[in-house]
């Protein structure tokens, strides 16, 4: 039987709090998985500028060789400073191992994301307590707390990104139609289906 929850009762407040707790963790979960995105994408152009510098650093080189041109030997002089340059700059970064952190931190997240849906629907359920869901409750704030404290740090440009994909985009929300496209015709909830 499904549970009716006035807003007076102490059901309602606790299905505010994991309501919140829901969309908070969405929130962090598509945060972490656009940071991983501008982590990987940053990773991609110092690899490519490394490239570039140093194919013309060696270009240059040869040009030398061949030409002995004093033009050539500055132009090469600076494209090697350059690329010394750039590789100073990344050897204390690794945008690739803090996108991979990112990206587990936002599969950690997923699956607390998914638990505390399950537990919004748990609470509609009669046959289950207040108590025993409580106790569900503390198990995924305790887990939240172990990811949270290993996280990388996120900033407010992958935030403003993820609230953009979230409110604008919808990546949440799907209709009834949009999901039976998945699911067998026993289980779809909407007339002409695929």
């Given at each position: 039987?499904v549970?009716?929850?006035?807003?007076?009762?102490?059901?309602?407040?606790?299905?505010?709090?994991?309501?919140?707790?829901?969309?908070?963790?969405?929130y962090?979960h598509?945060?972490?998985?656009?940071?991983?995105?501008?982590?990987?994408?940053?990773?991609?152009?110092?690899?490519?500028?490394?490239?570039?510098?140093?194919?013309?650093?060696?270009?240059?080189?040869?040009?030398?060789?061949?030409?002995?041109?004093?033009?050539?030997?500055?132009?090469?002089?600076?494209?090697?400073?350059?690329?010394?340059?750039?590789?100073?700059y990344?050897?204390?970064?690794?945008?690739?191992?803090?996108?991979?952190?990112h990206?587990?931190?936002?599969?950690?997240?997923?699956?607390?994301?998914?638990?505390?849906?399950?537990l919004?629907?748990?609470?509609?359920?009669?046959?289950?307590s207040?108590e025993?869901?409580?106790?569900?409750?503390?198990d995924?704030?305790?887990?939240?707390?172990?990811?949270?404290k290993?996280?990388?740090?996120?900033d407010?440009?992958?935030?403003?990104?993820?609230?953009k994909?979230?409110?604008?985009?919808?990546?949440?929300t799907?209709?009834?139609?949009?999901?039976?496209?998945f699911?067998?015709?026993?289980?779809?909830?909407?007339?002409?289906?695929p």
């Amino acid at each position: 039987m499904v549970r009716s929850i006035p807003t007076d009762s102490d059901w309602y407040a606790f299905e505010s709090q994991i309501r919140e707790l829901y969309g908070r963790v969405a929130y962090t979960h598509k945060t972490h998985e656009k940071m991983a995105e501008k982590e990987a994408s940053l990773q991609s152009r110092i690899k490519l500028t490394q490239i570039v510098l140093s194919a013309i650093a060696t270009s240059g080189a040869i040009g030398v060789i061949v030409t002995d041109a004093a033009a050539a030997k500055v132009i090469t002089a600076l494209f090697a400073v350059a690329t010394l340059g750039v590789s100073t700059y990344v050897k204390d970064i690794d945008p690739g191992a803090l996108a991979q952190k990112h990206r587990q931190t936002a599969s950690d997240l997923w699956n607390i994301r998914e638990a505390s849906l399950s537990l919004l629907t748990d609470i509609r359920d009669d046959a289950l307590s207040l108590e025993g869901l409580k106790g569900r409750r503390e198990d995924l704030q305790k887990r939240l707390h172990e990811i949270y404290k290993l996280a990388p740090h996120t900033d407010g440009d992958a935030y403003a990104k993820a609230q953009k994909a979230l409110k604008h985009n919808e990546d949440l929300t799907f209709s009834d139609g949009e999901i039976d496209v998945f699911l067998p015709g026993p289980l779809r909830r909407t007339q002409g289906s695929p």
